[in-house]
């Protein structure tokens, strides 16, 4: 049977075995999974086999900054509790996992995986002996790195560390002199979540189904399907006057929009400044969570101890 990619990165993910080493009893199985498991256990490579099917929608989102503000990383490491994600040992992992996504140049979280962490073997290395060790799963989900020329970086961390936020401005300011209007806008990603960061960035698809949405809305409402043509155009503006970060109202001064805010800084600073990115990650969004029913999980115990 051929091994294909998809069922290497599956073995990867059950076992928290190197990629390699998928590969290989893969191949040794003939691409029987579970024979796979249990050859990868049996040579000491799966220690965290047990745990990596638990869902892990827990954790942290860090930042890590150059001095210069000239570039940025972000990074989400997912735990499967709360106590897990506030441990320093944890908090220190992401940390410094967020410091390697600054520093190196790793393209995809292969590569990432791949990095050597101090003299412990690779990334992935450590991460699987800490969930041997702490007893839970965790995963590396995202990572991103930020380097664009002519632009400064800068950031903001909210609710001790589940959601976290970098903002890029184009302009000549150092990081110094952007710091407070950069941290605005970061906190104004954070509460507000704008889905783009102007009508040039808005995709298609979620404009085409916003647009059939809104139609459908004012059908409902009594309006004749003729006057529709003429009634979108202004909904659909105010829509993205809602979702686009630039043309919202600003938090701390809702007489001007985001946009007005950095206009009026930067004219203060007698230096241009533009917002030319930004990321939100807010931890275990879209992962889904597992529903804990603790009345089935008291009966299932009680029903394991009966056949005792």
């Known amino acids: 049977m051929a091994v294909t990619a998809q069922m ?83 908090i220190t992992f992401v940390e410094t996992l967020a410091q390697m996504a600054l520093e190196s140049d790793a393209a995809d979280m292969d590569a990432f995986m791949a990095l050597p962490y101090g003299d412990e073997g690779t990334v992935q290395d450590v991460l699987t002996n800490k969930i041997a060790t702490i007893g839970e799963n965790m995963s590396i989900r995202r990572f991103k790195k930020f380097n664009e020329p002519g632009v400064v970086y800068t950031g903001y961390i909210h609710s001790n560390g589940m959601i976290g936020v970098i903002v890029g401005l184009r302009t000549e300011a150092s990081a110094d002199e ?45 309006k004749k399907p003729e006057l529709l043509d003429r009634i979108i155009p202004g909904k659909i503006k105010a829509i993205l006057k809602e979702v686009c970060l630039v043309d919202q109202k600003f938090v701390k001064d809702s007489d001007m929009t985001v946009k007005q805010y950095v206009d009026s800084v930067a004219k203060e600073a007698g230096k241009d400044m533009e917002i030319a990115s930004m990321i939100r990650y807010e931890v275990g969004e879209g992962i889904e969570k597992k529903e804990e029913d603790f009345a089935a999980e008291v009966a299932a115990q009680q029903a394991a101890a009966a056949k005792k």
Do not use: H, Y
Not at 196 to 222: H, M, P, R, Y
């Open 178 to 222: 952007i710091a407070v209007v950069g941290k605005d806008v970061a906190m104004q990603i954070a509460s507000m979540n704008p889905k783009f960061l102007d009508e040039s960035q808005v995709d298609q698809a979620w404009l085409d189904s916003e647009t059939e949405i809104a139609k459908q809305q004012l059908l409902n409402e009594g």
């Open 8 to 90: 290497v990165k599956e073995l990867r993910e059950m076992t928290g075995a190197g990629m390699m080493d998928c590969k290989k009893v893969l191949v040794e199985t003939d691409g029987d999974m579970d024979k796979a498991v249990e050859l990868l256990r049996e040579k000491g490579l799966a220690k965290a086999a047990k745990k990596a099917g638990r869902i892990a929608a827990m954790g942290l989102v860090k930042t890590a900054f150059a001095d210069d503000g000239k570039a940025a990383a972000i990074i989400e490491v997912n735990s499967e509790t709360d106590f897990v994600a506030k441990n320093d040992e944890f």
